[in-house]
């Protein structure tokens, strides 16, 4: 492109496909000295136009500028994690940069106007390790620039302060950072997980930015309130929106009137356009489309929002401000390009007589041929490698992900291919001739380029590894959210909440309360009982506190000093060890009985996952390596995958179905609905195609003749893998050798089909997928009974679904559906009635006349029922409009909008599968859960719906599960009964005492008679030292931050894991003040008495009295042997009671204390020996 520097106007690159444009814009940036900017047609291809400059440039600085995520004169905000983006890009190009630098940015960006540079040139602070800097000024400057003060920063522009520690997480940062000061002296910036709260790498420097594009300072807030007056006049001072931001507070979706926060607005090649000269512009193809079309959508959403659809009565009208404030027009978005050179790429060869220059890129070879022949596709690609080489090109293959190319490295070598990975485009030229090199590149498709384009001696010729093995959706993986902590975040107690105590039942917790013990601050949990009655609760003690579960109606409280609690609890915990027995008996049989040995292939393995169309998540890894291991124990599997809607364990179920059809034995795959059936056949076939693997399909679907069909090929074992409806389970259905069940979606299974699914299985692998265990599934593997593996990252690029509860608006639905109608998708429409869908497609037909709608139900013939889902998957049709049959499982990743109505009368686990139908792709979902704005809510289905909107992170289905075992219990374990003895003792002492009744069968003790002293598990040591123990409200304020921290404190056991604790503290809030170390200390003394059989430590100046569980030493004649070598220094007292006698200081207690109870633990320790 040198030829053209000087060139001006619109010069078209011919021969420019995607990919090698990106060369071609690495040696324009080294050409030139002007700014170089690209815009891109959508976001998708930005990605993968910053990935590929980053290798062929390393050395150039890349900034990205990505389009807001939500519509023109939308009612939500923008994603912040895209706004700080943006921000970040825009306040880097007001700083000198060391590095060259190209923008990437999509034809929606670039046409939406900026804040002006003022705004963001003095708005960033630098803060460096070792300088100063002041608290109050650095919080005055995250307020002024739009971060907000929380307990704990888990979200972009968020921060926190506790005492000389600061948390934030910065505009533009991949993660939050940890800020130590001493006084104003910066001590560390250390980044640190969002998850543990941990600190992680230390920073030498930190830059703050800006978190937003609409600021609200007093000049910000006065400017809008008379522009927004003088627009809409006095009366729109009701407004929400006006009131909202006079008062100084965000509102839903005010970015989008950001025109009258600001003097002016500019766009963002202003930002560019400062040096001397103009930057240099280049298009891609086919922008010119999406800027007509983006143009055309901005004026019809304005012109929408003017005449909004049937307003009902009492609803705001909405005020959109004209798009010239926020929207450049066509004028304006040619008068902005005249500044400096401006390119069109163009993926075609140059036609003859046809102006611009010809750059001499050309798409590369698709192997479409090869693998619809069933050629072996790296041997056709072996071929085009050497033909490649004696042209003087370099073969490079790009892969999506390392994991990818490690696997392409293996599949080109056993297929006698020379290959070598690279990092960028300079390891290509230190390779051999005739070695393929392995790079990861996100390209769709791969590309021919000349060496004069390189800049090197040698040309290129790059294949995708689309191009190899077809369609591919993946990116590299980011950092999961551990698993387990899944369980934790749906643990937490809240002011009046229902409680277990172990040894008083029943009581309400009504708050933390700080009280006077000996003389000395304690922190307390004041319980209610029966009769108003209190009880105090030291910290230290929380562990004997359990929640109750989540529906706490109808629930009398204990007395306290009662017998009934008791009683309540003996008889449960008797139900409790007879079921466990049972259970294990069940698990044990199981165990004895030998399964199909299967193990994976060799080679052909590598392929068959090879096929898989995503990165696989770390989880995902997990879990495959789990079922791996199981189906080569030779023992029969009986695992339960639970991982989120959309997370991929349709991949595992593969993988096994795999191993085990390729060791000789069949696979059933069990799924509640016939459209369920249908795709996963349809899956299914396609991944095996070319295997010798017979695959069939059994349910409604499939004509009485084909069904009888398959029944005799599964009898005489030619149907290897068969996927069907509960019509699997009727008694005509023989196996030959069944070695594999996979139950899909178990929670939809009856009673019934699951005794017929026992009956099937007894000594066969089974392989159980949900999203949402049903309690008794997910009871079962957290009790160790059944194994299970827990998928809790997301795919990669997965973006959360965004949920909307509100009434039936019609301005919003017909902008949701026109904004997924826009991107190329289509919206689900979802009823819960058969009689609704009338009304219903009258009201969609009445917001969208033009869009193409069609019907589906459960009532609907088969025939026609397949014809709809299919036509509907091919894009045939706008919406959907179904009942809830499209809940289970379906997978169409080009639905990504879904409108639910009525969404009162789901239940829970419903409405949380119906939005995992949506946003599957890499584009962002959206569910509007409606119901008509005459109907009241009624409380119970408001609960509902607030649980879906606080459930809006990714991976809650396994929280939505704990939440379910809250709500209804985990039924008897062992039939279908509902379990009245979870709502006696609550559902975390019943799960505890479910879980001690299986590791005491498991480890022999069950039925052994009993002394006092086995029961050390049910009782909790008093300590009474005179000391403080609390954590101080000015060392961490948040309270349910507190809270929750006295839980994980009062369950710590070890020296290692009270030490970890101590670390993890004085990292998060700074160095532990005394109360903080006597509360640690207290618990490890508790450890300590729990080994000695000490129920309680009583430390005062003249001494320790110590008082045994029940009066009962374990090792009488040891105790009475060591007292008497202690020189009169301990007494044995009549009472039983120990007491050492010295005069201690407060500071010496501890120590005293803890030496005692070791001592007392070594002799104790000598009676299990003997």
Known sequence: MSEVQERTQGLVVHGAPEGFDALLLARRRAETEAPVLHVCRDDA??????????????????????????????????????????????????????RPRIVVTTVNALVQKVPP???????????????????????????????????????????????????????????????????????????????????????????????????LDEASISRFRTAYRELFGNAAAEDPLYVSVSAGRK???????????????????????????????????????????????????????????????GEVPYRPAPPGGLYLTRAGWDRMLTGGPLFRFSPFGQPDGAEGIEAGGRPGRLFTEARAAGQNVFTAYAEHAQAMVGQGRRPVVAAWTRGSRERLANLLRENGVAAQAVDDFSGIAGLSKGVVALAVLGLERGFLAPASATGTKFGLSVVGEQDLLGERIARPPRRRKRADQFIADATGIEQGDLVVHQDHGIGRYDGLETLQVSGAAHDCLRLIYDGGDKLFLPVENIEVLSRFGSEGQGVALDKLGGSSWQSRKARAKQRIQDMAAQLIRIAAERATREGTLATPPEGVWDEFCSRFPFAETEDQQRAIADVLEDLAAGRPMDRLVCGDVGFGKTEVALRAAFVVAMSGAQVAVVVPTTLLARQHTRTFAARFAGMPVT?????????????????EGLKDGSINIVVGTHALLAKGVEFADLGLVIVDEEQHFGVAHKERLKALKTDVHVLTLTATPIPRTLQLALTGVREMSIIATPPVDRLAVRTFIMPWDGVVLREAIQRERFRGGQVFCVVPRLEDMEKVSARLREIVPDARIVEAHGQLAPTHLEKVMTEFGDGKHDILLSTNIVESGLDMPAVNTLIIHRADMFGLAQLYQLRGRVGRG??????????????????????????????????????????????????????????????EVGIELYQQMLEDAVNEIKSGQHGRKKSEADYAGAWTPNINLGLPVLIPEDYVRDLPVRLGLYRRIGALQTEAEIEAMAAELADR????????????????????????????????????????????FRN??????WVAAQKGLVKLRPDHKLALLREMELPQRVRVAKDLLVALVKVAGQAKAA
């Open 45 to 98: 291809r930005t990605a993968r136009m910053v990935e590929a400059i980053g290798f062929f440039a390393p050395d150039v600085e890349v900034l990205r500028f990505p389009a807001w995520d939500c519509l023109p004169y939308d009612r939500v905000s923008p994603n912040p994690e895209i706004v700080a983006e943006r921000v970040s890009t825009l306040t880097r190009l007001l700083e000198p940069g060391p």
């Open 117 to 215: 540079r003022e705004v963001f040139l003095g708005a960033t602070m630098l803060l460096r390790k070792g300088g100063r800097v002041r608290p109050e000024a650095l919080t005055a400057f995250l307020e002024a620039n739009g971060y907000g003060r929380t307990g704990t920063v888990m979200e972009p522009g968020e921060y926190a302060v506790r005492g000389g520690i600061i948390d934030l997480y910065p505009s533009g940062e991949s993660d939050p950072v940890r800020l130590d000061l001493f006084g104003d002296e910066i001590e560390s910036l250390r980044r640190f997980d969002t998850g543990t709260q941990r600190s992680g790498a230390a920073l030498a420097e930190l830059w703050l930015r800006p978190v937003g594009e609409v600021f």
């Open 251 to 313: 509102h839903p979706g005010m970015e989008h009137w950001a025109g009258l926060f600001h003097e002016r607005m500019e766009t963002l090649l202003d930002y560019l356009n400062t040096g001397a000269q103009g930057a240099s512009v280049s298009l891609d193809h086919q922008a010119e489309d999406v800027l007509v079309a983006r143009l055309e959508m901005v004026e019809d959403h304005y012109q929408a929002r003017r005449v909004p659809v049937r307003t009902s009565e």
């Open 695 to 711: 695959i069939a399909q059994l349910s409604r679907m499939v004509t009485a003749k084909d069904a009888a069909k398959v029944r």
């Open 922 to 983: 890499k584009q962002r979902g959206y569910a509007y859960l409606t119901w008509p704005s005459s109907h009241r809510l009624s409380a119970a289905a408001q609960k509902r719906l607030e649980v879906m909107q606080t459930l809006d992170n990714l991976g809650a289905g396994f929280t939505l599960a704990s939440h379910d075992l809250d709500i209804r219990g985990a039924g008897n374990l062992l039939g279908d009964e509902q379990s009245g003895h979870i709502r």
């Open 1069 to 1112: 809030f700074g160095s532990l003040p005394a109360e903080v170390e006597n509360l640690l200390q207290v618990v490890a003394i508790k450890a300590l008495c729990r080994g000695a059989g000490v129920e309680k430590v009583d430390a005062g100046p003249k001494g320790v009295v110590l008082s045994f569980f029940k009066n009962h």
């Open 1116 to 1121: 009488p004649g040891g105790l009475v042997t």
